[in-house]
């Protein structure tokens, strides 16, 4: 049986998390996976016990975190080449930038015969100041001519790290999209949606916007919070709205709100239900979420293939969304999604309006995109991908030598 070594930054609630605990859980009993994750940062939701219950081995490495620290990154390299061998992997598969980094190095210097990455976005805009970004590109050249196959999680990702970034020649890419468990989204919707909507005291005639996600500057919250303030001066519908997640700028989003006087409830705070915004912080019952929402946003500045937008549409819920990363491939404009550009502020402000003022079309947006996310974004479709390319990559790489 064929070893995996996959590596990945930190095993939170919600990101690419899910995708990684069910590509490894799938890929059973066909490949072994030994898991390794970094440690979460203070505001993030840890999902080691949804690993546990997946029956998935993990190692932690704390020094493997999201910031760059030439020692800790130094001791996380030395710890991956002593697991690597210890565990003697056919495969070593990273996620994200930090781990794909190290992750590679460690490979490559412990001569693993097949190594892959996958970009579930990337920092290549957004992030950082040019220096830096700079910085990071280059030494993503250099990793990307010792890596097998780079996996890219859209078509419109696949040709940004091609032609715009040229992180690599078109070859070295597969372009693989993402795959999930989304039963859970459509199942006992009415008892789920009555759950949430009593908890936060919402009448059926009341619409509730959602956005979800960590709150960090990429993300972009302050469109959203400006998009809900010009709805609430234009329409006569009831609308309540609901920040889920945490992070960094959860002070600067609050602040906003109170400059835009949207009235809001703050994390941990006694709700009131004549207050238009709920903080929520983390929750890991976004199937019951998704259920109660009405309209389901993001605003982001960029992305890879959001995780939300898909469990959104499962969920039958109409979006409205900015136009970046892969978003435009993982919905259906116009049917699915009503999209913006990042610099049309104003397109985003109406497509809002449009959804909270025309039930007719939210209806016809919901039945959509359920069918359209259920056939194309499956957790055993994702497993045979993966399952295909990693028997032709050891057969390349190995000539059938390791053990298959």
Known sequence: MPRILRIHNRLIVGGPTPIILNLTKFLEPDFETLLVAGEKEDHEQDATSIAESLGIKTILIPEMGRSVNLIKDFNAYRKLKKIIREYNPDIVHTHAAKPGAIGRMAAITSKVPVIVHTYHGHIFHSYFNKFKTNLFLN??????????????????????????????????????????????????????????????????????????????????????????????????????????????????????????????????????????????????????????????????????????????????????????????????????????????????????????????????MSEKGNEFVMERFSVQRLANDFRKLYYELLEQKCNGKSRL
């Open 139 to 364: 030494i993503e050249r250099l990793m990307a001519k010792r890596t097998d196959k780079i996996i890219a999680i859209t078509q419109k990702q696949k040709n940004e790290l091609v032609s715009v970034f040229r992180v690599a020649d078109g070859s070295k890419f597969e372009m693989i999209e993402e795959g999930f468990d989304l039963s859970k989204f459509n199942t006992d919707e009415n008892n789920k949606r009555q759950r949430f909507r009593n908890e936060f005291s919402l009448d059926e005639d009341t619409i509730a916007i959602g956005i979800i996600g960590r709150l960090v500057p990429v993300k972009n919250h302050k469109l959203f919070l400006e998009g809900l303030a010009y709805v609430l001066n234009k329409t006569k519908k009831k609308v309540k709205a609901f920040i889920i997640g945490d992070g960094e700028t959860r002070s600067e989003v609050e602040q906003l709100a109170h400059i835009l006087n949207i009235s809001f409830n703050a994390v941990g705070e006694k709700p009131d239900e004549n207050r238009i915004l709920t903080f929520t912080s983390w929750r890991t019952d976004i199937d019951v979420i998704n259920a109660g929402l009405d309209i389901i946003c993001l605003s982001s500045l960029n992305e890879g293939a959001p995780v939300s937008l898909i469990e959104a549409q499962a969920a039958g819920k109409p979006i409205v969304a900015t136009k970046v990363g892969g978003v435009e491939d993982i919905v259906i404009e116009g049917e699915t999604a009503l999209l913006s550009e990042i610099d049309d502020k104003e397109r985003f402000f109406s497509n809002l309006l449009l959804l909270v003022e025309d039930e007719s079309l939210r209806k016809k």
